[in-house]
């Protein structure tokens, strides 16, 4: 597959992710509410496949972070360290389980209802939660235009995220349509124009789970990252890890 397998640390590997996902100029909080649920998601997947995993998430190398940071570099790998070592071994649990823990930059204004999205109730912690800040976001709402075509959207969910479009004579997801044409966000509006179709998006990603946006203001305000995860994963609960790790075979 051309794929080369590196072994590296896990704390290595997971400060690659948050360089990648989150932006390290955010609030230190919410850098670490950002960790936790990393942390939880690669110890799901090292739970769910056993010992010899690959974990295959997308990272940023130390040369990457050089590119993207230049002379912050130093500071800001720093600061994403900090959040992961003071975060140490913490996961998100709903019950006895890890947490599914999904994250996205900006929401429409509200974040979604995981029943409606993943299409059953194993996630009852995943739900429509308000994030009025993320409406004065400058990146709130995108316009691209596009060719012209035949398409509508036939069905929205409560949160007012596309779940389908009818493009010809077929149906495809909201998600299939944001990444065929590269939008912003699966909350979007199609409009005719000059014979063009203007397609307007609203918020950064999928809309599932935590704003990172919401995250980096409450941050602000003076929240913790306990009170942010409760805010986005009610009813879950943060854990040290080695409770966890000692009941895999």
């Not at 690659?16 to 939880?40: C, H, W």
């Not at 998601?41 to 990272?59: A, M, P, R």
Request: glycine share 8%; with cysteine; proline share 2%.
């Amino acid at each position: 597959s051309g794929k080369k397998e590196v072994k590296m640390p896990i704390e290595e590997y997971c400060i690659g992710i948050l360089a990648k996902e989150i932006p390290a100029s955010y609030d230190k909080e919410a850098l670490k509410a950002q960790s936790v649920l990393v942390r939880t998601d690669v110890y799901k997947k090292i739970k769910e496949s056993g010992s010899n995993t690959v974990l295959e998430g997308e990272f940023w190398t130390q040369k990457q972070m050089e590119d993207a940071w230049g002379g912050k570099y130093s500071k800001y790998y720093r600061k994403l360290e900090d959040a992961w070592s003071e975060t140490e071994g913490q996961v998100l649990l709903y019950g006895e389980d890890l947490a599914l823990t999904p994250f996205f930059r900006l929401s429409n204004g509200c974040t979604r209802d995981g029943a409606e999205v993943l299409g059953n109730g194993d996630y009852p912690y995943l739900k429509i939660v308000d994030c009025p800040l993320d409406i004065e976001n400058t990146k709130q709402i995108q316009t691209v235009t596009v060719d012209d075509m035949d398409a509508e959207i036939t069905a929205l969910d409560t949160a007012g995220y596309v779940i389908n479009v009818r493009v010809g004579q077929e149906n495809v997801s909201g998600e299939e349509f944001r990444n065929t044409y590269n939008l912003a966000s699966s909350c979007f509006t199609l409009q005719r124009y000059n014979g063009k179709m203007r397609i307007t998006t609203r918020g950064i990603g999928h809309g599932l789970g935590m704003s990172q946006n919401t995250a980096n203001k409450m941050s602000k305000k003076g929240k913790t990252y306990e009170e942010i995860l409760q805010f986005f994963f009610a009813g879950t609960e943060i854990k040290e890890v080695a409770e966890i790790l000692l009941d895999t075979e």
